[in-house]
């Protein structure tokens, strides 16, 4: 048959999507090619809306939980810094004077204002280590550490508190800490070589703190002390050095320390400063 001659099937016309059938000469019967190329057009468009239109009926939901699940950072809590400052100062002219559980309600009506202020914490700790309250100072002076992470006072308050409770090897880690920020803190100086007494903790590093303790001591009793300290000392690391044991403690052959007549000025711990937290 020719191409293009029309094909006739149970007397009517076979069309399909408005194309009409042919027949070529190997008698296979098909779509004219142009009106082919116009059918399948449609066809296509239709097929890819179909598939845009699955695609977003997915994602779409999920955009949506994505929206629901977006957390929102609630603005910083407002302290009133000035009110805690002004309080502050007032707790400490009232410690000052001596009126401990005033200063301490001042200062908790300053931590309430803004919890932030770590001079206010130590100045707390010092109050309720007066009034004996020693698990309570320690607490507030834990607060003052966490934040001022380079200042010294409050390991050595820590160290302070500890010493006096009888806790000596605690005691010394604190002023150990303590020295490691501030290697010229007289008082962690202090507390150091007196709390490794007291654990038998005397070795080449409680040498340095004392031989660094020497270069910067003022008072003539503490002065006398450490120069009793070091040559006694030296002397029991050179022995341990020569494998020589020492005696125990206390054996009568131990060798009784010598001591400057009085009693050495007490470790006390230090107030700090009201400061307010730089901006930013």
Same mark, same amino acid.
């Given at each position: 048959?020719?191409?293009?001659?029309?094909?006739?099937?149970?007397?009517?016309?076979?069309?399909?999507?408005?194309?009409?059938?042919?027949?070529?000469?190997?008698?296979? &019967?098909?779509?004219?090619? +142009?009106?082919?190329?116009?059918?399948?057009?449609?066809? !296509?468009?239709?097929?890819?809306?179909?598939?845009?239109?699955?695609?977003?009926? &997915?994602?779409?939901?999920?955009?949506?939980?994505?929206?629901?699940? %977006?957390?929102? %950072?609630?603005?910083?809590?407002?302290? #009133?810094?000035?009110?805690?400052?002004?309080?502050?100062?007032?707790?400490?002219?009232?410690?000052?004077?001596?009126?401990?559980?005033?200063?301490?309600?001042?200062?908790?009506?300053?931590?309430?204002?803004?919890?932030?202020?770590?001079?206010?914490?130590?100045?707390?700790?010092?109050?309720?280590?007066?009034?004996?309250?020693?698990?309570?100072?320690?607490?507030?002076?834990?607060?003052?550490?966490?934040?001022?992470?380079? #200042? +010294?006072?409050?390991? &050595?308050?820590?160290?302070?508190?500890?010493?006096?409770?009888?806790?000596?090897?605690?005691?010394?880690?604190?002023?150990?800490?303590?020295?490691?920020?501030?290697?010229?803190?007289?008082?962690?100086?202090?507390?150091? !070589?007196?709390?490794? =007494?007291?654990?038998?903790?005397?070795?080449?590093?409680?040498?340095?703190?004392?031989?660094?303790? =020497?270069? !910067?001591?003022?008072?003539?009793?503490?002065?006398?002390?450490?120069?009793?300290?070091? &040559?006694?000392?030296? @002397? +029991?690391?050179? #022995?341990? @050095?020569?494998? %020589?044991?020492?005696?125990?403690?206390?054996?009568?052959?131990?060798?009784?320390? =010598?001591?400057?007549?009085?009693?050495?000025?007490?470790?006390?711990?230090?107030?700090?400063? !009201?400061?307010?937290?730089?901006?930013?």
């Amino acid at each position: 048959m020719a191409r293009g001659r029309r094909v006739r099937s149970l007397g009517t016309n076979r069309e399909l999507s408005g194309a009409l059938y042919t027949c070529d000469k190997s008698g296979n &019967v098909g779509p004219e090619e +142009s009106e082919m190329q116009l059918t399948r057009k449609p066809l !296509i468009q239709s097929l890819t809306c179909a598939a845009l239109a699955a695609t977003l009926a &997915v994602c779409l939901p999920g955009c949506q939980t994505n929206k629901k699940d %977006i957390v929102t %950072i609630p603005a910083p809590p407002a302290f #009133d810094t000035a009110k805690a400052v002004q309080l502050a100062e007032q707790g400490l002219t009232a410690q000052r004077a001596g009126d401990l559980d005033t200063a301490i309600s001042l200062y908790k009506q300053s931590i309430n204002a803004n919890p932030e202020l770590s001079g206010v914490w130590t100045n707390m700790g010092v109050a309720m280590m007066a009034k004996q309250n020693f698990p309570a100072a320690a607490e507030a002076f834990k607060h003052a550490l966490d934040l001022s992470p380079t #200042d +010294s006072r409050p390991l &050595v308050n820590l160290g302070v508190a500890y010493l006096d409770r009888g806790w000596a090897d605690q005691a010394y880690t604190y002023f150990s800490q303590a020295l490691d920020r501030d290697p010229q803190n007289i008082d962690a100086l202090r507390g150091a !070589i007196t709390a490794a =007494q007291r654990c038998g903790r005397e070795d080449e590093r409680t040498l340095d703190y004392i031989k660094r303790l =020497q270069l !910067i001591e003022t008072d003539p009793k503490w002065k006398q002390e450490l120069g009793f300290r070091r &040559v006694r000392l030296e @002397n +029991s690391l050179k #022995d341990r @050095n020569k494998g %020589i044991q020492m005696p125990a403690r206390n054996s009568p052959q131990f060798p009784q320390q =010598q001591s400057s007549p009085g009693a050495l000025p007490p470790i006390a711990p230090s107030p700090a400063p !009201i400061q307010s937290l730089p901006p930013g």
